[in-house]
């Protein structure tokens, strides 16, 4: 029987296949590798799609988060808060840049930013919060807002799993004073490889991007700051330009299917299924459930070509690259024991019912085990 992959992008490769041939035969034949057409008409669609005034594309989101905190102003000795349960890379583009990354637990229901340990970590040298949109849900942005306001904090939302998550009308990437999100191929909106940018309302802090991404320069070979290389290529604009075009249909996919999984799952004794917070719209990046005997429970999805996986398995504060923050086991209690029973099933907007089907069936087959 054939495996079931975690993403499939070979389908959407072959949907848009026909739409970006031509067009990157333009690129290469024309040359304009390096801030083309392509890139600017992508940067004011994505813009519109987030709802904001301004996108500036970057090579990945790691540089874009980075990016994002340098131009609200973040300096070298800063603190900036960021949830422990996250991709490494939300507290990597910290360190990058010689802020300090100060760790913070999450709820124990959604698994997102707590607004409370976050008020609990704020100091005098606190210079900005990144709540992360992690798994496609939105972190509680009106009360991190509220605490950042009171502050005096610059707020720059991770948003590289939430393209298109909502809070009623207002979409991921428009509510802090910048964001940076992803564009990694397995994103909801993926690129051919690497890609990521900035989105926010402040022109200001758009042009500081844009400069801190072209070394930063403005001007050609007139350099105001220490920047660095990082700027979307044109050919990733021409694969995101078209996989623009069917996001929000592929994110009502991903909805369908997680409405389903919600369904077949409900029946199924020892799984904890994700939680949407009233008024809030996922963008279903993963689909992440809780069980026990996590690590025995893939290995059975794995023989029986169920693609799972774990997003993600070592929180940051237990990993080698962090060590030197001296937080250790116990520190981050929500996290570490959400860590062991996390488990992503496969999701993507062309999932079929039967391939759910087999999921689930697997799924309680290998807890039934237990």
């Known amino acids: 029987m054939e495996a079931i992959p975690l993403v499939d992008l070979q389908v959407q490769q072959a ?68 949830p422990a349960n996250s991709f490494v890379a939300s507290a990597e583009a910290v360190a990058r840049m010689g802020a300090v990354p100060v760790l913070v637990d999450v709820d124990p229901v959604h698994l997102l930013i707590d607004p409370a340990k976050v008020s609990a970590a704020l100091t005098s040298r606190t210079q900005a919060i990144v709540p992360v949109h992690l798994f496609g849900q939105l972190a509680p942005m009106p009360d991190l807002m509220s605490i950042a306001e009171a502050a005096g904090l610059a707020v720059v939302e991770d948003a590289a799993q939430s393209q298109g998550a909502r809070l009623g009308e207002q979409v991921s990437g428009s509510f802090g004073h910048a964001a940076a999100t992803s564009f990694y191929p397995g994103k909801n909106l993926g690129a051919a490889g690497d890609a990521g940018a900035v989105t926010t309302n402040d022109p200001e802090i758009a042009a500081m991007v844009r400069t801190l991404g072209a070394h930063g320069s403005s001007t050609k070979y007139v350099h105001e700051v220490v920047g660095m290389n990082s700027r979307l290529d044109t050919i990733q604009a021409v694969v995101l330009n078209a996989k623009l075009q069917r996001l929000p249909r592929w994110n009502t996919m991903r909805r369908e299917a997680a409405a389903r999984y919600g369904a077949m799952l409900a029946a199924v004794p020892g799984v904890v299924l994700p939680a949407t917070r009233a008024g809030y719209e996922d963008a279903w990046h993963l689909y992440v459930v809780q069980v026990e005997n996590r690590d025995a429970v893939l ?12 997003h993600y398995p070592t929180p940051i504060h237990l990993t080698k690259a962090f060590s030197y923050l001296g937080r250790g086991e116990g520190d981050f209690p929500v996290t570490e024991a959400a860590a062991a029973r996390i488990l992503s099933l496969p999701i993507f907007p062309h999932i079929t019912v039967e391939q759910q089907e087999r999921v689930v069936a697997a799924l309680a087959a290998a807890l039934l085990d237990r």
Request: glycine content about 14%.
């Open 15 to 82: 949907e848009i296949a026909d739409d970006i041939r031509d067009e990157i035969d333009d690129v290469l034949w024309s040359a304009a590798f390096i801030g083309g057409p392509a890139v600017a008409r992508f940067e004011k669609a994505y813009a519109q799609f987030a709802g904001t005034s301004h996108c500036v594309g970057a090579a990945n989101g790691t540089d874009a988060l980075e990016l994002a905190l340098r131009a609200c102003g973040v300096q070298a000795g800063g603190e900036v808060i960021v």
């Open 299 to 310: 290995a059975e999805l794995d023989a029986a070509g169920i693609g799972a996986g774990i």
